[in-house]
Structure formats: structure tokens, C-alpha cells
């Protein structure tokens, strides 16, 4: 051992660094075959394409996918990886709140497996696609290391795009999410620090173009209120609107132009009923209160009567409260009630009508 090493520094530097160069290039060649080897299964198992320059490229039943090395030296390269999800028809349309919930959750729990230097990742609802960069310190294998981004960002823009999909009813559960610096993975760093932050602005920007109306206009078939326009908070300085019930805030049902009427009529078997002006919600089976324009009283006894007014009465949503006094009740005559009944009414309502006779 010793004969070796004074063999060696007797033949002197140039031959050290040689040796050393030897070393390094018979590292870098197996990296690249290993690199290469890596891209080809990959590029098999998902039916994609590889270029003599080895990016990736083309696409599959579920996406269309780039995968390069956008300019290398050395030491660094900027690394690109970008997803575009194929549209097929999805179930998030008629997700719950749960399985929103559930959803934001695996979202914002994915781990981007860490990447040294800068990385930066954007996702987008209309694009229906995710873009991951890396500027990196490369040593070797640097596509492979990419390679395994692959599944964890497909998994990232399902959920986004589920989210997302879903529209502003997700909006509540965002909005914390955005907000809250301290949250896990707001930390300086992750590329998933303004996933939510995107999201809440890809469905806001999305929800702009549906309503052209005013908020008003459109009303939740569930909730029977009113929509209108909501703000999101995501910094001190920015707010981000959008329109939706105003009490589930989802907006991908609903009934446009409608007058509604609160109906108390006993002989009518149904909840409500829909015509093209109007619909009617008949009081008597739903015992809450809604939006209503208009009361029709059609059947019922002066206790239900009473009691849909002191409902109304004690209402303290500001939208309806104010409209109370402007609002005309109809009493058809067939129906027998009270002095006492007729009094509350007429301190209810603006405007109390007894068959076609006015009884204010
Ligand atoms: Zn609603």
C-alpha cells in the first residue's frame, strides 16, 4: 500500500487531477444511462414520448404531459414539468360538502417530494392543468428525480380540479385556509404555500363570467334565498368577490327571474311548485322562512297564520327585514280568519289584500 501511494506522488498533480477527472466522468456516464434507462420506462408505461434530447412529451387517456430540462450547465438546471388533464366527465360536479371538504384536505396533505433550490408550482382551473418548476443544484439524474413528481402531481390537480369544480360552495372552507399564515403549508418554501390562495381565485375568476346578472337575480333552489356577492379575504389588502346563495354560498344550481311567493294553502301536496314568472313555497310544509316577494294566503286556520307572523316578525336577516314593510299579502276570500289575525297581518306586511278588496 505504502509502494502505491509513493508511486503516486511520485508521478505528481497532473495525474491526480486526471485520475480525479477519470472518476467523475465514469460517474456522469452511468448517471446518464441510468437517466436514460429511467425516461424510456417511464415514457413506455405511460404511453408518452421521448425526444432525442430526452424531454418528454405527448399524451394518454388522462393527460397531456411535458417533462424538460430547460437549459442546463454544470451545476444547475431548470427543470419543467407540465400536466394538462384530457376533459372527460367528472363526479366533482355534484360533490357533497363532505367530500369537498375531504377533498381540500388531500389536497393541501400532499407532499411534493423536496426539491433543492427555488421551486415554484401553478395551478390552473381553466387550463384544467399544473406546472411544477425546480431551478436545482444538479448532480445526477436530475429528469428521474422529476419523473417521481410525476404521480404525486397528478394526484395534486385531481383534487384541484375537483375543488374547484365544485365552485364557490368551497369558498367558506378556502378562505381560512388562504388567510391563515401559520397554516402548515404556508411555510416559506413549499411549492404548496398559495394552493389555496390559486384556487380561491380560479373560482372566483370562473364564477365572474357565469352571472351576468344582478346577484339578486338567481336564487338557491335549496336554500330559497337570494344570492349575492360574497368577499373572500385573502390578504389585508385584497378581496376577492364572487356571487353565490347567500346562505350555502354554492352557485351551480339555481332559479333565475323568479318572483317567489310564501304560500299558506293546506290543500296543496307539494312543497313548491314552479311556473315560468313564479314560484310558490307553500309555508305550511316548510315552518322556516326564505326570500319571498309576495304572501298568498289560500287555506289556512288564524294559529298557522299567527305563527308564520311572529315568525316574520322576529326575523332578523337584514335583506328580508327591510322588505317586510313593502311586501303585499293577499287573503283569498275563502278563507275565515280573525280581526285579530287581519290586525297582525296588516302590522306585518305593507300591504293587506282580502279577495280583490283592499283591507288596509
Ligand atoms: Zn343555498
Not at 472518476?23 to 456522469?28: A, F, G, H, V
Not at 286556520?301 to 313593502?326: K, L, P, S, W
Not at 293577499?330 to 302590522?347: A, D, F, G, H
Amino acid at each position: 500500500m505504502e509502494i502505491i501511494l509513493v508511486i503516486f506522488a511520485a508521478l505528481g498533480l497532473p495525474l491526480w487531477i486526471g485520475f480525479i477527472f477519470y472518476i467523475i466522468s465514469l460517474q456522469r456516464k452511468k448517471a446518464r444511462q441510468l437517466e436514460t434507462q429511467a425516461l424510456k420506462s417511464f415514457v413506455a408505461k405511460h404511453q408518452f414520448k421521448l425526444s432525442e434530447d430526452n424531454q418528454i412529451y405527448g399524451s394518454n387517456d388522462d393527460y397531456r404531459v411535458t417533462i424538460q430540462v430547460l437549459s442546463r450547465n454544470d451545476s444547475t438546471s431548470w427543470l419543467h414539468l407540465a400536466l394538462v388533464a384530457n376533459s372527460k366527465e367528472r363526479q366533482s360536479k355534484s360533490l357533497r360538502l363532505q367530500d369537498i371538504e375531504k377533498q381540500i384536505a388531500t389536497l393541501l396533505s400532499k407532499r411534493i417530494p423536496a426539491i433543492h433550490g427555488t421551486s415554484e408550482i401553478k395551478l390552473s382551473l381553466s387550463e384544467r392543468s399544473v406546472s411544477y418548476k425546480c431551478f436545482e443544484y444538479v448532480n445526477h439524474l436530475e429528469l428521474e428525480r422529476l419523473l417521481r413528481l410525476y404521480r404525486p402531481l397528478t394526484e395534486l390537480l385531481e383534487a384541484y380540479l375537483a375543488v374547484g369544480e365544485s365552485g364557490s360552495v368551497a369558498m367558506p372552507i378556502l378562505e381560512p385556509i388562504a388567510q391563515d399564515e401559520t397554516y402548515v403549508l404556508h411555510k416559506l418554501g413549499s411549492p404548496l404555500r398559495n394552493v389555496a390562495t390559486q384556487l380561491v381565485m380560479d373560482i372566483a375568476r370562473q364564477n365572474r363570467t357565469q352571472f351576468n346578472d344582478p346577484s339578486f337575480a338567481y336564487i338557491c333552489p335549496t336554500c330559497l334565498l337570494r344570492f349575492q356577492i360574497h368577499r373572500v379575504k385573502i390578504s389585508s389588502l385584497n378581496q376577492i368577490p364572487y356571487c353565490g346563495c347567500r346562505g350555502c354560498h354554492q352557485s351551480q344550481t339555481f332559479l333565475h327571474n323568479k318572483q317567489v311567493e310564501a304560500v299558506l294553502n293546506a290543500g296543496m301536496t307539494d312543497e313548491w311548485s314552479e311556473n315560468q314568472r313564479d314560484i310558490q313555497v307553500n309555508w305550511l310544509a316548510r315552518r322556516s322562512l326564505f326570500d319571498f316577494d309576495a304572501v298568498q294566503i289560500i287555506q289556512a286556520t288564524d294559529e298557522d297564520v299567527e305563527r308564520f307572523a311572529v315568525q316574520v316578525g322576529n326575523d332578523t336577516d337584514a335583506y328580508r327585514a327591510e322588505r317586510y314593510g313593502q311586501m303585499k299579502c293577499t287573503v283569498s276570500s275563502k278563507v275565515q280568519l280573525s280581526e285579530n289575525t287581519l290586525r297582525i297581518l296588516r302590522k306585518t306586511f305593507g300591504e293587506v289584500v282580502v279577495g280583490e278588496k283592499s283591507a288596509s
